[in-house]
């Protein structure tokens, strides 16, 4: 079955520098891929998807994420991190055969100013 | 438009006593599913309800746990004789009829303390 792995449980990045979140994957089909972010006390709110479209998906809030089949890797990233962008990162991938999604244990982003 | 709405937002209960989850869909999306937040754990997927055929309870940890949704809306988790263990952010998401890389929208959770 599908799965998703992100490495770093914590991650801290200056306010303005490069956010960089790993997230690789394990399917035998062509996946379909989500980023998530949760704010303290909120849900999940959906950054970015890969549906087997274009392989650079743009999100909201400035994020990006490009889709890599030879290294099965769906990196999330932000040119500059602000301090709004202190949250909870996961990623997901949808379960084949199934409809729910399976996610990563998550990367929890600090902004140093 | 509303989102996806869940109640209570937090619950503080006795080991032993049953809880009672309410989860209220977007209007319109026939998908629904249940998933648990917990430190040990992160995310784990429960339950999948679509439109009026049976759910699947695959990710159900026990049979203390069910659910059920009512003409295909609003839905109710039960959690039957409460263990600590079972202490966590319940999320409630929706989406439109499930295909190809639907999107699943998440509500704010309800968080479960059991003493």
């Known amino acids: 079955a599908q799965s998703v792995t992100q490495l770093g449980s914590h991650v801290s990045v200056s306010e303005g520098a490069l956010v960089l979140l790993r997230c690789n994957y394990s399917?035998?089909?062509?996946?379909?891929l989500f980023w998530y972010v949760q704010y303290p006390n909120q849900g999940l709110q959906l950054l970015l998807k890969?549906?087997?479209?274009?392989?650079l998906v743009k999100g909201i809030n400035g994020f990006e994420a490009e889709f890599k089949k030879s290294e099965t890797s769906f990196h999330l990233t932000k040119p500059s991190a602000h301090m709004s962008d202190a949250a909870e990162y996961f990623c997901?991938?949808?379960?084949?055969?199934?409809?729910?999604?399976?996610f990563g244990k998550g990367n929890q982003v600090v902004v140093i100013p | 438009g509303a989102g996806v709405s869940q109640s209570p937002s937090n619950k503080v209960t006795e080991k032993g006593k049953d809880v009672e989850l309410r989860c209220d869909p977007i209007?319109?999306?026939?998908?629904l599913y249940w998933y648990r937040q917990s430190l040990g754990q992160g995310l784990e997927f429960l339950i999948y309800?679509?439109?009026?055929?049976?759910?699947?309870k695959s990710g159900l940890p026990s049979d203390r746990f069910s659910a059920e949704r009512t003409g295909g809306s609003v839905s109710t988790l039960t959690i039957q004789r409460t263990q600590q263990e079972d202490s966590a952010v319940y999320l409630c998401?929706?989406?439109?009829?499930?295909?190809?890389?639907?999107?699943?929208?998440f509500g704010p959770g309800t968080r479960l303390l059991v003493l």
């Open positions: 309800f679509q439109g009026n055929s049976a759910p699947d």
């Open positions: 399917s035998s089909v062509p996946p379909y």
């Open positions: 998401a929706s989406s439109t009829r499930p295909g190809l890389g639907e999107t699943q929208y």
């Open positions: 209007s319109g999306h026939t998908a």
């Open positions: 997901a991938v949808k379960v084949d055969g199934n409809n729910r999604l399976a």
């Open positions: 890969y549906t087997s479209a274009a392989t």
